[in-house]
């Protein structure tokens, strides 16, 4: 079956992480999507957030190594990754830790996405959300508070 590299981010404001309701997959999900060649995770990542809700995200968790004249940028690094099954192809996917940094509210890309909410760890809980985005949803506000600390 086809691998294909995609990102996700769990980000972060006024303690609550953002999911939307994605209208292919007709589940809750951090907003990420497919790499574009030439593209590094951490710009596809801003894209997606920009393309699918408009929102203006920095992604957190860039290493802190001095620089060598070889090195162009240093690029976040994910909290987590995977490969999981999307029906007729699989996601190897890197997820990241953002904070929004946007002054302006969330607007839908109606397309691709039917709805948005912001989530607290106890909301997580609830019987919508799939066990895995759960699961990564906790280890990301885990992550983030020892960032943030």
């Excluded at 995609?6 to 992480?17: D, R």
């Excluded at 509210?105 to 106890?122: H, I, R, T």
Aim: glycine content about 4%; proline content about 6%; hydrophobic content about 40%.
């Amino acid at each position: 079956m086809r691998i294909e590299p995609v990102v996700a981010g769990y980000a972060f404001n006024e303690n609550k992480t953002l999911l939307v309701f994605h209208k292919k997959l007709q589940m809750w999900l951090p907003v990420g999507g497919h790499i574009e060649i030439n593209e590094t995770p951490e710009n596809a990542l801003e894209r997606e957030f920009k393309e699918e809700t408009r929102l203006k995200v920095i992604a957190l968790n860039k290493p802190k190594v001095q620089m060598q004249k070889s090195i162009i940028k240093q690029v976040p690094l994910p909290f987590y990754a995977d490969v999981h099954s999307v029906g007729d192809h699989l996601h190897y996917c890197q997820y990241y830790l953002c904070e929004v940094i946007s002054r302006h509210p969330v607007k839908l890309n109606n397309k691709e996405l039917d709805d948005f909410a912001w989530f607290s760890p106890g909301d997580l809980f609830q019987e919508k959300i799939p066990k895995h985005i759960k699961d990564i949803g906790l280890l990301a506000f885990q992550k983030y508070e020892g960032l943030i600390k």
